[in-house]
């Protein structure tokens, strides 16, 4: 596939963002081994490269995709003053500000959603050959997202369900083959699961629930 004028071949970004969750994977196994705490900034940088694969799925995915940008945004800004994830739970916890609109832990948790909400749609393509991607992607929704967007909000995303691309379309848009897709969606599967992990694990030890 070309980009622009220049007439390179483009990147896939699947690629890109694999590489840099599988990186994260390994990062949040050593912390695990007691190691210290995820740097934000190196958190931000990896969920930075996500954004392209809510712009891929076209007007359905619109609000989740202007959501996540400005959460990460949100955050990178955070990294200035704020090394780990875990210091920015800190922080609110000390401003009781946790579950406050606008706040590092809320919008943490946007982020992490908008991954799993990626991952869960990797999950329902690899496993059928379908080739609308309604069902997939209405289902990955109602699961990830749904519960903690309002009506109004759901109303919207449904409606769009009916513009998302075709499976081929898609393909197309990441510059990847059905074969070469599978791989790298099961790869990113994989990575992304123990970093969704690692953020549940930090708002639980600092007795914040899951549930928002």
Known sequence: MINGDDQQPMTPPLSGIVDAFEDLARLVESKKAG??????????EACSLVSVLFSCLG???????????????????????????????????????VKTQGSHTRNLRRVRQGIDLIRTIFENFVSS???SLKESATTAYAKVCAPYHTWAVRTAVYAGMYTLPTREQLLQKLNETDKTADKMMRRYIRASAPVIEYIDSLYVSRKISLDW
């Not at 400005?70 to 090394?83: G, I, P, R, W, Y």
């Open 35 to 44: 190691e210290g705490d995820l740097m934000l900034a190196t958190f931000c």
């Open 59 to 97: 007007l359905a995915f619109k609000f989740a995709e202007l959501e996540y940008v400005a959460k990460v945004q949100d955050l990178l800004e955070a990294s200035k003053s704020h090394q780990t994830l875990l210091h920015i739970l800190d922080y609110d916890i000390m401003n009781d500000t």
């Open 129 to 131: 050959d379908d080739n």
